[in-house]
């Protein structure tokens, strides 16, 4: 499966914004979505994700609270909406589309990845 993610771009503290994953390709609908985050200078962190109906989610603790993963089969998009966003939430974001059934946190377990999109917080 092929991913575009959009939607970022450079917001104030507090902000809200929505980032936006588009698959292609085989069937979107039977993979697990996830989002993940790398800050220049640190290891990519994961974010959240999302069963293939949408059923059941998963945050990462820094997160929780704050952003919601959702996911559109019928659009073969996966969002996230991030709201009072802080100036530690600065990263690339990426979507990824996992290589099992089961929801994970691990990077390992997700074969496929957009481009990653820029979300810039400003204090």
């Known amino acids: 499966v092929q991913l575009q993610a959009s939607g970022g771009g450079l917001v104030q503290a507090r902000d809200s914004l929505r980032l936006s994953c588009a698959a292609s390709?085989?069937?979107?609908?039977?993979?697990?979505m996830a989002w993940f985050r790398q800050a220049p200078g640190k290891e990519r962190e994961f974010v959240a994700a999302?069963?293939?109906?949408?059923?059941?989610?998963y945050y990462g603790d820094s997160v929780k609270g704050r952003f919601t993963i959702s996911r559109d089969n019928a659009k073969n998009t996966v969002y996230l909406q991030m709201n009072s966003l802080e100036p530690e939430d600065t990263a690339v974001y990426y979507c990824?589309?996992?290589?099992?059934?089961?929801?994970?946190?691990?990077?390992?377990?997700?074969?496929?990845w957009g481009q990653g999109t820029q979300v810039t917080v400003s204090s």
């Open positions: 390709g085989r069937t979107f609908s039977n993979n697990v």
């Open positions: 999302i069963s293939w109906s949408g059923g059941t989610t």
């Open positions: 990824a589309a996992g290589r099992y059934s089961y929801i994970s946190n691990r990077a390992d377990d997700f074969g496929s």
